[in-house]
């Protein structure tokens, strides 16, 4: 019987050229049906066993990616950052379209009907053909989006063994109730030499609730206290730059240990920087990249504390309005430009980690920001204890207890004057020494 409908099949269903017009639409169909659930063209032709496996891989891979999309979405983001997972992934995508392929051509050979014409072979083939193009090319695409992002991946997040940070991915943030990620947006330009830290920004995160301090620094601080060890030797006193076109301002220091190498021995070539910086520092418009990138870098008719306030809206703005359809419909572009302007010290181990906490943190955890600003820190003379002293009252108070002022959205400001900030001016209003809520002060 199977023998008899599967000969029947192939044969058109009928005698003469309009038999055989008749067999050639029909396998086709069957084809189409056969490439949108595998086994069809197998089990119409009498092919029982061959169709059922078919049929039962199709079901067993459309259930796990209906379950991985919607009971397993959180583990989804875990993996997504383990390159290891995105490697087996990526060659798991190609293996499913070769697959896929194979399926329609061969649904395609055991229906097509017998004694056809060369014009009647020649648009099934072309047929066939036009279906592994629309089946293979998103398969094809994802599997590049695949690799392309573990390229991206593995060049900005180096692993725990090569940059000496050993992540324990049982308890990856070691027990701490905080972790403080350290945030620098340099200047670095293909016509500009060496880099300096225009925007420096310490981002403390309590890992249970995602709730967010940002400590701003203005890049103008003078005299700024180096690490203990090389570079506290050099300079005792603070910092204080490297001749008269260095006067010693603190966006200097990521420059400086670049070029003098002994501040930070044992360091490579453009991780000097990070790595001193790390130690010294414990109404409405929908902007594109370009004007978002203005958005924070500008100062005209602004000024340097101004510029700070926008760039942590900015930030704000960044984790809610992040998502996967975003991303995915620029994922190229982004890719490429990840890896020409992040560079970072957090190892790979860490990724699923810090994934989760950004969860929170999007999920609605409180951000607010404390910028050691005048008239609050003068920085011509900054008061290192008080910064101390505000920082720890800032990370370890209560979210709900921040200034609702400070919008960066003010009027602007002119550059900072001798006296805007210099102690004994009574002119001065009275500064904010606790975080503000982006949420309040952000437009």
């Given at each position: 019987m199977g023998r008899s409908s599967s000969r029947h099949a192939r044969d058109g269903g009928g005698d003469g050229p309009s038999g055989?017009?008749?067999?050639?639409?029909?396998?086709?169909?069957?084809?189409?049906?056969?490439?949108?659930?595998?086994?069809?063209?197998?089990?119409?032709?009498?092919?029982?066993?061959?169709?059922?496996?078919?049929?039962?891989?199709?079901?067993?891979?459309?259930?796990?990616?209906?379950?991985?999309?919607?009971?397993?979405?959180?583990?989804?983001?875990?993996l997504a950052v383990q390159p290891d997972v995105v490697q087996r992934v990526a060659a798991a995508l190609v293996a499913f379209g070769?697959?896929?392929?194979?399926?329609?051509?061969?649904?395609?050979?055991?229906?097509?009907?017998?004694?056809?014409?060369?014009?009647?072979?020649?648009?099934?083939?072309?047929?066939?053909?036009?279906?592994?193009?629309?089946?293979?090319?998103?398969?094809?695409?994802?599997?590049?989006?695949t690799y392309v992002y573990r390229d991206a991946l593995t060049s900005i997040f180096r692993t725990g063994s090569e940059n000496g940070?050993?992540?324990?991915?049982?308890d990856p943030f070691n027990g701490q109730a905080r972790v403080n990620i350290l945030l620098l947006g340099g200047d670095a330009a293909a016509d500009r030499t060496g880099v300096r830290t225009d925007s420096m920004t310490l981002?403390?995160?309590?890992?249970?609730?995602?709730?967010?301090?940002?400590?701003?620094?203005?890049?103008?601080?003078?005299?700024?206290q180096m690490p203990p060890g090389p570079a506290r030797d050099r300079f005792p006193y603070g910092f204080t730059g490297d001749g008269p076109l260095n006067p010693g301002l603190?966006?200097?220091?990521?420059?400086?240990?670049?070029?003098?190498?002994?501040?930070?021995?044992?360091?490579?070539?453009?991780?000097?920087?990070?790595?001193?910086?790390?130690a010294t520092i414990a109404g409405y418009r929908k902007l594109g990249g370009k004007e978002a990138l203005w958005y924070g870098r500008s100062r005209t008719n602004s000024s340097d504390y101004v510029r700070m306030g926008?760039?942590?809206?900015?930030?704000?703005?960044?984790?809610?309005?992040?998502?996967?359809?975003?991303?995915?419909?620029?994922?190229?572009?982004?890719?490429?430009?990840?890896k020409r302007t992040l560079a970072t010290?957090?190892?790979?181990?860490?990724?699923?980690?810090?994934?989760?906490?950004?969860?929170?943190?999007?999920?609605?955890?409180?951000?607010?920001s404390l910028q050691f600003v005048p008239p609050l820190i003068y920085t011509g003379n900054p008061?290192?204890?008080?910064?101390?002293?505000?920082?720890?009252?800032a990370v370890n108070s209560d979210p709900r207890a921040v200034s609702a002022s400070g919008s960066p959205s003010a009027s602007p400001s002119g550059p900072e004057s001798p006296s805007s900030g210099s102690p004994g001016t009574s002119s001065s209003p009275k500064p904010d020494t606790k975080p503000v809520s982006l949420e309040d002060s952000c437009p």
């Open positions: 055989g017009g008749r067999g050639l639409s029909r396998a086709l169909a069957l084809t189409l049906a056969s490439a949108l659930v595998w086994g069809v063209a197998h089990v119409v032709t009498g092919r029982r066993i061959a169709g059922s496996l078919l049929l039962a891989l199709w079901a067993a891979i459309a259930a796990a990616l209906a379950a991985a999309a919607t009971v397993y979405r959180s583990d989804l983001l875990h070769v697959l896929w392929i194979l399926v329609v051509i061969r649904s395609y050979q055991i229906l097509r009907p017998l004694g056809m014409s060369i014009s009647a072979k020649t648009l099934g083939a072309a047929s066939v053909a036009v279906m592994c193009f629309a089946v293979g090319v998103p398969v094809a695409w994802s599997a590049h989006s940070k050993k992540v324990d991915t049982e981002a403390s995160v309590d890992t249970e609730t995602g709730d967010t301090v940002l400590l701003s620094l203005p890049r103008n601080l003078e005299r700024f603190l966006n200097e220091v990521y420059e400086y240990a670049e070029q003098h190498p002994d501040v930070v021995p044992g360091v490579p070539k453009n991780h000097r920087g990070p790595e001193l910086l790390k926008r760039q942590k809206c900015l930030m704000r703005a960044i984790a809610e309005q992040a998502d996967p359809q975003t991303v995915l419909t620029s994922f190229d572009k982004l890719a490429a430009a990840a010290d957090i190892p790979q181990e860490l990724l699923p980690a810090l994934v989760k906490l950004s969860n929170k943190v999007k999920d609605g955890a409180g951000i607010r008061d290192f204890k008080l910064i101390r002293k505000l920082a720890s009252e």
